[in-house]
């Protein structure tokens, strides 16, 4: 089952329009307590990857489920095409004076960084889709560990499971502790089985998967 496609803003319009459709989903799907619960939770935490992100951000968001042996699969896509202005694109990476993005701070911040990415009029293959501007959790989140083109296009996707099983079986210092910690206090971390980001030529998606037990 896939929901109507909701068109969500920067500034929180549609929120309400996306919400109502996770319900309708839960009730098509014979979702109840818990489990409808991480759904609701889980659009609201899509719809906050957006908020302020920059003037004029607009993406599509809707639901989708799919069968299998073990349960439900439940995903909550957040779609967005190309189109940043100049100045905007000017303000999606924001490398303060210590080399660092200081704006990738939590789950949520990285991810939301990912999306600011998406959205520049760049050649993705010639600029590493942004990547190289940023700290190493990118890599981290990677297939393999590494960033593939073939022309513009990007092979693979940033994955949350990924970027965890990096976290878990790096060295122990303090960034991997900050790190650890950040993925202990994350509401997505927690609920979703994974996060992945597509940064494609045209668009840039994020998908967030659950599966929820029959």
């Not at 309400?16 to 839960?26: D, M, N, V």
């Not at 818990?34 to 920059?54: C, D, P, Q």
Request: aromatic share 8%; proline share 1%; charged share 30%.
């Amino acid at each position: 089952m896939i929901t109507d496609k909701i068109t969500v803003t920067g500034d929180l319009k549609g929120k309400e329009q996306a919400l109502a459709a996770a319900e309708k989903f839960c009730d098509y799907n014979g979702i109840t307590g818990k489990s409808a619960m991480y759904v609701r939770l889980l659009t609201e935490e899509a719809i906050g990857m957006i908020h302020g992100i920059m003037d004029n951000f607009s993406g599509e968001l809707w639901l989708e489920s799919e069968k299998a042996e073990s349960g439900l699969i439940c995903r909550v896509h957040l779609k967005n095409p190309k189109g940043a202005t100049e100045s905007q694109e000017n303000k999606l990476l924001s490398v303060s004076s210590t080399g660092r993005n200081e704006s990738a701070k939590g789950i949520i911040g990285k991810i939301r960084e990912l999306i600011r990415i998406g959205t520049q009029n760049t050649d993705l293959a010639s600029e590493n889709a942004g990547l190289g501007t940023l700290d190493n959790w990118v890599s981290m989140g990677l297939p393999h560990g590494e960033a593939r083109f073939i022309d513009d296009y990007y092979v693979g996707y940033w994955s949350l499971v990924n970027y965890r099983d990096s976290v878990e079986t790096s060295p122990k210092d303090e960034t991997s502790k900050e790190a650890y910690d950040e993925l202990e206090r994350s509401i997505i971390a927690k609920l979703s089985d994974d996060v992945k980001v597509w940064l494609r030529s045209d668009y840039t998606e994020v998908v967030i998967e659950k599966q929820l037990l029959s």
